[in-house]
C-alpha cells in the first residue's frame, strides 16, 4: 500500500498537522509536537510557518471521517 502525508484532525490538537506527520513516520505524535515546540525556541528556520504552510496545503484523510 502506499502511503500519503495527510492531517489527521480527528487526533490532533490543532489542525492534525502533528499526527499526521507522526502517522506517517510511524512514531509518537507527541514526540513531533515536541519537536515542533522545541525547534519555536531554538530557532530552527521558521517552524510557524513551516506548520501554518502544512496545515493549508495537506489534505486531511478522508479514512478518519
Same mark, same amino acid.
Request: aromatic share 6%.
Given at each position: 500500500?502506499?502511503?500519503?502525508?495527510?492531517? /489527521?484532525?480527528?487526533? #490532533?490538537i490543532l489542525t492534525g498537522v502533528c499526527s499526521g506527520v507522526a502517522k506517517y513516520f510511524n512514531i509518537d505524535p507527541t514526540l513531533?509536537?515536541? #519537536?515542533?515546540?522545541? /525547534?519555536l525556541f531554538v530557532g530552527?528556520? /521558521?517552524p510557524g510557518l513551516?506548520?501554518?504552510v502544512m496545515a493549508l496545503v495537506?489534505?486531511?484523510?478522508?479514512l478518519e471521517f
Open positions: 500500500m502506499h502511503k500519503k502525508l495527510v492531517k /489527521s484532525p480527528r487526533t #490532533g513531533v509536537r515536541l #519537536g515542533f515546540v522545541i /525547534s530552527v528556520g /521558521s513551516i506548520y501554518l495537506m489534505p486531511k484523510d478522508e
